[in-house]
C-alpha cells in the first residue's frame, strides 16, 4: 500500500471517527424513544411505540408544531424577500455609509439571545404584538435576516464578474442579467440561506420564551414547558420525529441541487 493510499485511508478513519463522535449522543435519544415504560429509563426493559403513539393525542404539541411550521414558513419567506435586494445593496452598490448599513444589518449576530429576547419585549409589549403571530414572527426576523443577508452578500461578492459582463455586451440589459444570470448563480445560496433561516426560525427557543403567550406558542418552547414537569420518553419520541423530517428534509435538497451546491461549496 503506498503512502498516498495509507493517507487517504486514515484521513477516512478520522472523519469516521468524528461522524462517530458527533452522532453518538443520539444513539440514546432513538433507543429511549422506543421504550414502553413510563419514566426515563436506559436501556429500556419494556419495547415498543407507545410514545410515539402518544404523540398524536398530545394536542399541545401538535398545535405548537403547526405555529412553528407556520411562522418557519413565513419567516423565511420574507427573508429571502427582504434579504435578497438587501444582500444586493451592500454587495454591488458603491454608496455612503454602506459598510455601515452592513455592520446594522449583521449586529444581531453579535448579541446574545437572552439580550435581543429582552429588548424585543419591551418593544412588542408596547406594540400590544406579544402572543400573536405578527410578534412572532417579527422577532424571528430579527434573527433570520441577518443570516439570509450574510450568506447571499458573501455568495454575491464571489460571484464571476466575466460572465454578468459578458451577458451585458451581448445586448442584455441589467434587469435581463440578473434575472437570466445572476439569479441561477445564487439559487444555491438562496437555497441554503432559506434552509438555515427556516430551521433557525423552527428552532428558537430563548427570544420566542419572551414573545409567546398562553394560547400561542411554538414547539420548542412547549418542549421546554413539558420537560420542567415531565420526565417520560415522550420527548426523545418528538426528537426522533424531529430529527427524521430534517434528513429528511436535507436527502431533498442534496437530490434537487446538492447539499454543498446549496450552501455555496
Not at 3 to 20: M, P, Q, T
Not at 187 to 200: D, N
Not at 238 to 253: E, K, R
Amino acid at each position: 500500500m503506498t503512502r498516498a493510499r495509507v493517507g487517504r485511508v486514515g484521513g477516512r478513519a478520522v472523519i469516521l471517527a468524528l461522524y462517530g463522535f458527533l452522532l453518538a449522543p443520539l444513539i440514546p435519544i432513538v433507543v429511549v424513544s422506543f421504550s414502553n415504560e413510563a419514566m426515563l429509563s436506559f436501556p429500556p426493559q419494556i419495547w415498543g411505540v407507545r410514545w410515539y403513539l402518544a404523540l398524536l393525542d398530545n394536542q399541545k404539541f401538535m398545535a405548537a408544531f403547526r405555529v412553528s411550521l407556520g411562522i418557519a414558513l413565513t419567516v423565511t419567506a420574507i427573508s429571502l424577500a427582504a434579504g435578497l435586494p438587501a444582500a444586493f445593496a451592500v454587495a454591488r452598490l458603491q454608496f455612503p455609509g454602506r459598510d455601515v448599513l452592513y455592520a446594522l444589518f449583521t449586529a444581531p449576530l453579535l448579541l446574545p439571545s437572552i439580550v435581543l429576547g429582552l429588548a424585543l419585549l419591551l418593544v412588542l409589549v408596547r406594540l400590544r404584538l406579544t402572543g400573536t403571530y405578527p410578534g412572532l414572527i417579527v422577532a424571528h426576523l430579527v434573527v433570520t435576516l441577518p443570516y439570509v443577508i450574510r450568506i447571499i452578500a458573501t455568495a454575491l461578492a464571489t460571484l464571476p464578474a466575466d460572465v454578468e459582463a459578458a451577458a451585458a455586451s451581448l445586448g442584455a440589459s441589467p434587469a435581463r442579467v440578473i434575472r437570466r444570470v445572476t439569479l441561477p448563480l445564487m439559487l444555491p445560496a438562496m437555497l441554503g440561506a432559506a434552509a438555515l433561516a427556516f430551521l433557525v426560525s423552527f428552532d428558537e427557543v430563548v427570544i420566542s420564551l419572551f414573545v409567546v403567550g398562553a394560547k400561542l406558542t411554538t414547539l420548542p418552547v412547549e418542549i421546554y414547558r413539558y420537560v420542567e414537569f415531565r420526565t417520560d420518553p415522550q420527548i426523545a419520541a418528538l426528537s426522533v420525529v424531529l430529527m427524521a423530517i430534517t434528513v429528511a428534509g436535507v436527502v431533498l435538497l442534496e437530490r434537487t441541487v446538492g447539499f454543498l451546491r446549496a450552501f455555496g461549496r
